[in-house]
């Protein structure tokens, strides 16, 4: 060391850095608070005694040492960043926002300043500031996912005024990548967004008219240019009918016009697109007659050219074919797999399909024997609920007392702190969205997820696989029979589940017996108020004795669509009109319970459970706006009676975290 340098040298920086990675922060103060009196001023040791003072939480101490930097270099940008990071976490957010847009000020690269506002401006419900924010942050920095799933985040509650450029790309960024967010949960947002553009509404309004006898290839073109649209048809199904209208009456006109069209690239384009929202809507679409007739001169023609040998000649052919049924169940799937324009719809239909067979025989399966369950079973056999292609999912994983932090949910941590290993239930699991999305929320953990469809978890290994989750295993049985694995758990999650069984209390009471001492569970039920106009509807299904099967359920969704009662017109905002298995799932499931608040009261209080918060962080902030005593927040009879005054709150399920005393 030398007594005339204003930082100490390079060696003792690198010493002092490797300590505060391995965290062992008393032994680096000792020595920082040794150094600085050989080098009272270096900016460097009072950086990292702020940072260091802030993992401690001594946040005054950190202030200080920031404040003092600020004395020596007024220009120094990390010091209001930190600042900025420190008066977030003693929510003074004012002093954070200063702190930030100074930082900003003097460095306007410092992107994270930007995802950090953008952050602050998201709690004080600021959508607009926060989405300024994180596409400033990605305009300097594209590939920080961190800000895009921010952005994304907003994306399910705002309301853009006018379309951009920039927004044009960053919501294509989004659903361009995967783990980041569920489409499923933006997509009314992005089909607003989309209604924005004069020629997007011009389209959709042409499509009302059209027909195969009025048909014009540059409307295939216009089509093919929004690619926002393109990349909702391959990966959700689309909640909109004007452009469902619209996608029908094209699929319908390329199939019927297919031998007069001079640019077959574009149009390939665009008919691939719809197959595959066709295929991701399970073919939920009716088609005519004339169309039924098209499609067998077709598929004729198809057959005859590959026994030719003239694949290159038929792409577009079979693309049309791939709209209206899915390929995997023509007879000649097993001779186009060398068609390379049509790779990724043979990967859709036909190859991923084939890996969840091969999957399904390494799934252990345990017999189911209660009569509903198999009744239950056999739904999703037939129809596997849902079909998905993107999926949100936590960047890091937490402990679980860091983890129901921050969702604010009440526990005792007490036992909690001390579980070294994690072993949690998934009931019910389905294709396995939750599961997967579970397997990385929790530090050290292991996701044993159960379902009663072997073909739904098959589905769900298929996807694991692809996401490269390593840390759950799938079962198919009856969660009545989880004495079966011989196992309990520390945290038990069943959202959807209970309300489709037998008897729900049994359910919730076997679910209870193999909960650890202290151990957390998340349950989701179906409100009785929010769901007022579907028993209703089901009421009417159950009383014309419809028979559940694919042409039903597409008949008296057309009726559906037609008609204009309040009923009705409630049932078409819901995301689950807009594909055959959710469709069923909604309006047809063949066993269905709701639930109110009262119930789950006496539930809990019959298990000696603590209810410990919902977790719809939208319905919270709804409540903490009328109520605004935090303790509130943990008190269900006050629920009960923001429910009454607010009856469509919980459309989403009662979804709530209670713990085991």
Known sequence: MMIGNIEPEKKIIEELINIYKKNDYILLLKMIHKLRKVFPNSIFLLNLLGNTQTELKNYNEAIQSF????EINPNFAEAYFNLGIIYKKINNNNLSIINYNTCL????????AYNNL???????YNIELAIKSYLNCLEINP????ALKNFGVCLQNCKFSKPTKLIDKHIISLL???????????IHTIIDYLYLNPNFKILVKNFENINENSFQESIIQKFSNIKILLLLLENTPITDLKIEKMLRSLRSTILINSYLIKNRQIALKTIKSIAKQCFINEYLYPSNEYEMKKLKEIEKTVIQKISNNNLEEIDLEIACLAAYKSLSSYNFTDKINKIYS?????????DEPKEEIVNSKDIVSYKINNKISLNVKNQYESNPYPRWNKIALYNIKKTPEVFFDKIEIKIDKKEISKWKNIDVLVAGCGTGQHAITTSTKYRNSFITAIDLSKKSLSYAKRKADELKIENIEFIQMDLLDL???????NIIESVGVLHHMDNPFDGLSNLYKFLKPNGLMMIGLYSKFARQHITKIRKDISEKNIEINEKNLINFREKIISSITDDYNLIKQSSDFYSLSTLRDLLFHTQEHTFTITKIINYLNELNLNFCGFENKEVINLFKNKYKKSNKLYDLDIWNKFE???PRIFAGMYQFWCQKI
């Not at 361009?176 to 933006?186: A, G, K, Q, S």
């Not at 049509?342 to 036909?350: A, S, V």
């Not at 004495?483 to 758990?489: A, D, M, R």
């Open 67 to 70: 404040k003092k930097i600020i």
């Open 105 to 112: 000020n003097i460095n306007p690269k410092k992107f994270e």
């Open 118 to 124: 953008g952050n602050l401006y998201k709690d004080q």
């Open 143 to 146: 590939s920080y996912k961190i």
């Open 176 to 186: 361009e990548h995967n783990r980041i967010i569920r489409p499923v949960d933006i």
């Open 342 to 350: 049509l790779t990724d719809l043979i990967n859709q239909q036909i």
């Open 483 to 489: 004495k079966k694995l011989g196992k309990n758990y």
């Open 644 to 646: 009454s005054s607010n």
